[in-house]
């Protein structure tokens, strides 16, 4: 992702076709997500339905996901948070609290600029669903040592700085 996706090398729909395309290569309606492959090896149980992406991030990374079709608006309770400078952290945080307990939802992916704002939240974060994905965002590269997945996968195969 990084080198097509944060390199800034794609146009703007390109670049949600990409994502998207890579999170969900063999559906084509990406709203729900099903978790029947490895469920009972992980703990993880299946949703009748399938499971929702939230997204955390600006309002063109907000607007490109809800287009490809992941917004979900149920009982006043939305799986999106547009931030904008008008944006308190408190905000940013009750967002992520919310959807990291819900269990309805799978994926969190959050512009890493976003990100950076709760990063202590992030930090202590160490549930496996919902997976907790950082993006770059515009206007802002995309850095891995920042990145949650990254300084797991650092940490788990040994190579701390």
Do not use: C, W
């Not at 287009?67 to 992520?96: H, M």
């Amino acid at each position: 992702i990084n080198a097509e996706y944060g390199g800034g090398k794609l146009g703007k729909k390109r670049q949600i076709k990409f994502i998207v395309q890579f999170f969900f290569p063999n559906d084509s309606s990406p709203t729900k997500m099903s978790r029947k492959a490895g469920a009972g090896k992980t703990g993880i149980k299946n949703r009748p339905g399938g499971s929702l992406v939230a997204v955390i991030a600006d309002s063109d990374i907000v607007t490109g996901f809800l287009l490809a079709g992941i917004g979900q608006v149920e009982k006043g309770r939305k799986n999106f948070l547009v931030v904008d400078n008008k944006t308190t952290q408190t905000t940013i945080s009750q967002a992520f609290k919310e959807y990291t307990t819900r269990d309805d939802i799978a994926i969190i992916l959050i512009s890493q600029v976003v990100a950076n704002d709760i990063r202590h939240l992030i930090d202590e974060y160490d549930q496996l669903v919902p997976t907790i994905l950082e993006i770059p965002s515009r206007g802002h590269a995309y850095d891995p040592d920042k990145d949650y997945i990254m300084s797991r996968i650092q940490r788990m195969l040994g190579e701390n700085d």
